[in-house]
Structure formats: structure tokens, C-alpha cells
T-cell receptor, first 113, second 113 residues
Framework: QQQVKQSPQSLIVQKGGISIINCAYE??????FPWYQQFPGKGPALLIA?????SEKKEGRFTISFNKSAKQFSLHIMDSQPGDSATYFC????????????FGKGTLLTVNP | NAGVTQTPKFQVLKTGQSMTLQCAQD?????MSWYRQDPGMGLRLIHY???????DQGEVPNGYNVSRSTTEDFPLRLLSAAPSQTSVYFC????????????FGEGSWLTVV
């Protein structure tokens, strides 16, 4: 049973456009939702994270939107740049903890110049 | 400051062989963990530790052993390698309390033939 469903699998965006990646979860005990960015041959790196007491969190060009009632959260990348081309993973943790994260399957983002 | 260091980077094993993937961090982090990443599967937690002498199982622990005798090191042992353990393995670490940024190593590519 996949607890965190991520879509789309791949995404192609033009430079300057908005990239949107969506995740949905089933376990209502999840209360910590990070996004990770991974470049080829490297480990994942934390991009931004949100807890369910807020509906949106913004850091620079990256925004997480969170809908608790729908059990969905999404990553928006504004003014997408070729350097943003990477694989993005959403994840979820419970008990306010990131000790045992459940990851989505990933989205390969390509930003064309 | 090297961060999270994994060795070896690449390894080919024969079915039934045993080996240890090494992980060391120089950030004095209490939390350390091992994830495996398979194509189209995201990352899945194998084992984690919140301090020396303390370990716990993650989502996919079967076939793997861990121990934590020092704060710095968290080796992952494959007791009898199987082709299903062909994967990319990532070690990660973080400061306590839970919720601090998790830092991933660059990965160890393991092929079991």
C-alpha cells in the first residue's frame, strides 16, 4: 500500500514557467511534510518542509501548499530555471518526527532554456 | 567538515556474500539512518538510530543489520546478499530533536549478481 502518492512522474517546463508537483497521503497520523531535491549522482537535499498547522509556506521561489481536509500537498516552483532540473520527492512523517519518513516515488523535472 | 561520508561508492557482490556499507558523519549528529532507493520507488527506510547503542527498524529491514557503537559511525551489514538487494543506499544524519534538517550522503551503488 503506497502511503504517499506523487504526480506527475515527469514534468517538462519552459524557463520562467511554474512547476507544480502534487502529493496525496492516506495516513492521517502524518504531520510533517518535507520536499527533497535530488541531482543525478547525489543524495537528496531538503528543500522546504511544512507542518499541518499552516496552509502555505514560501521560501524564495519554492512554495508548499497544504490542504489538510483533502490530505494533499503540493510544491510550486515559480520562475523555473534550468538549474532546477532534478528529481523531486515529497515525503511524510508522523509524531512531528522526521525519523521515519515515507517518500513518494519522485518527479523528474526538466526545465528547458 | 566532510558531512556524511559513505564508502564504498560502488560495489559488486555475488549472491550469498556478505559486506558492510560504511557511513560516517563529523557533525556530532545523534540521529542516523539508512535508506535504499530503487527506480520508480522513492526512498525506503531500512534502519535508524537516535544515539549510540540505540537502533530501530524501518520499513524494509529484512536482510540487513546495523549497530551504533559510536556517535560518528553507523555501518549497514548485508548478511547474505540477494539480487533483490541491488539498489542505491543512502546514509543520513540529523541533530536531535526531531524536525531538524536531515543530511544525506552521496550514496553507495550496490549490485548483487
Amino acid at each position: 500500500q503506497q502511503q504517499v502518492k506523487q504526480s506527475p512522474q515527469s514534468l517538462i517546463v519552459q524557463k520562467g514557467g511554474i512547476s507544480i508537483i502534487n502529493c496525496a497521503y492516506e495516513n492521517t497520523a502524518f504531520d510533517y511534510f518535507p520536499w527533497y531535491q535530488q541531482f543525478p549522482g547525489k543524495g537528496p537535499a531538503l528543500l522546504i518542509a511544512i507542518r499541518p498547522d499552516v496552509s502555505e509556506k514560501k521560501e524564495g521561489r519554492f512554495t508548499i501548499s497544504f490542504n489538510k481536509s483533502a490530505k494533499q500537498f503540493s510544491l510550486h516552483i515559480m520562475d523555473s530555471q534550468p538549474g532546477d532540473s532534478a528529481t523531486y520527492f515529497c515525503a511524510a512523517g508522523s509524531g512531528g518526527s522526521n525519523y521515519k519518513l515515507t517518500f513518494g516515488k519522485g518527479t523528474l523535472l526538466t526545465v528547458n532554456p | 567538515n566532510a558531512g556524511v561520508t559513505q564508502t564504498p561508492k560502488f560495489q559488486v557482490l555475488k549472491t550469498g556474500q556478505s559486506m558492510t556499507l560504511q557511513c560516517a558523519q563529523d557533525m556530532n549528529h545523534e540521529y542516523m539512518s539508512w535508506y535504499r532507493q530503487d527506480p520508480g520507488m522513492g526512498l525506503r527506510l531500512i534502519h535508524y538510530s537516535v544515539g549510540a547503542g540505540i537502533t530501530d527498524q524501518g520499513e524494509v529491514p529484512n536482510g540487513y543489520n546495523v549497530s551504533r557503537s559510536t556517535t560518528e559511525d553507523f555501518p549497514l551489514r548485508l548478511l547474505s546478499a540477494a539480487p533483490s538487494q541491488t539498489s542505491v543506499y543512502f546514509c543520513a544524519s540529523s541533530q536531535l530533536p526531531s524536525g531538524n534538517t536531515i543530511y544525506f550522503g552521496e550514496g553507495s551503488w550496490l549490485t548483487v549478481v
